[in-house]
Every structure is written in C-alpha cells, then in structure tokens.
C-alpha cells in the first residue's frame, strides 16, 4: 500500500449540491430559501435575542436592582479568627499587616471585623472597619478599637 491508491471509502464523499442553477437542477427559482420574508434576501443575519418580531425575552422582563459605582468591599474577617491567630502568634496587638502576614487577608481589599466567636484574649485591633457588635466584644474583652 502507498500514496498512489489511497482512497475514501465507498459513499463518505458526495458532491456539494449546487443551488440556484435553474429549474432543470430542482433546485432553482428560490433556491430552497423559500418566498419573501427577511431569511431569503441576501445580506441577511439574523440579530441575537431577536425572536422573529415578537417582543423580546430580555425586554418582557422588569428590570431591577441597582449597583453603586463607588462600592467599598471589605474583606469579612471574624472575632474567632482573631483569637486564633492571637494565640498561635502570641499576639496583643494585631494590625492588617498580621492578618496577611498570617493569610486571613490579601492586602487588596479593605478588612472589616465582624463579631464572629468568642473573644478571650485582651487586644489591640487595627482594622478598616468594625461592626459594632465587634467593636463592644473587643472593648467588653479589654481590648482597643483603632480604625484606620
């Protein structure tokens, strides 16, 4: 076997229907597009989401919500997350640059603390934001609240 008699096998190839080629072929006169309407004029694309003239799905429902431009997302870290890392790191003051340090946060985003656990140590928090559940945990503990 080589190159010289390879060949496809017997009904995988036909040839490509020639339309518009007049009545003769079958296929003349509208060249299957059918009569008028917007699919048989050349040039035609059909638009997405367009349903044929019907009102459109994205039209017929309400929009709703709104998005502030200006949104400030803080990065949630918990009184319980704070505790770990107080006692693993043997910390009383603890500011952003430890909770990257130790991983809680990436530095991208603002930190806000939420009242999340139970908080025994007496500490120092640095942080963006508190909540204010937070914010009386961590001053009940005996610990300060610094925003900054």
């Known amino acids: 076997m080589d190159l010289s008699n390879l060949h496809p096998a017997v009904g995988s190839v036909r040839k490509n229907t020639r339309i518009g080629r007049g009545p003769g072929s079958g296929k003349g006169g509208t ?3 059918g009569h008028k309407g917007a699919k048989s004029r050349s040039g035609y694309s059909r638009k997405i989401g367009f349903e044929g003239g019907q009102m459109p799905l994205q039209r017929r429902l309400p929009k709703f919500g709104f ?3 200006n949104r400030v997302e803080y990065k949630a ?3 319980s997350d704070l505790e770990t890392l107080a006692a693993e790191a043997n910390l009383t ?3 952003v640059a430890e909770l990257i340090a ?3 946060v990436n530095g991208k985003q603002p930190v806000k603390i939420l009242a999340g656990g139970q908080l025994t140590h007496k500490l120092e928090v640095e942080a963006n934001a508190f ?4 914010e009386k ?3 009940e503990a005996g610990g300060t609240v610094t925003k900054i």
Request: charged letters at 15%.
């Open 137 to 139: 945990a961590i001053t």
């Open 131 to 134: 909540s204010a559940s937070a």
């Open 67 to 69: 998005k502030p431009l």
């Open 102 to 104: 130790s991983g809680i």
């Open 77 to 79: 870290v918990n009184l």
């Open 31 to 33: 060249s299957t597009r």
């Open 93 to 95: 003051k603890i500011t």
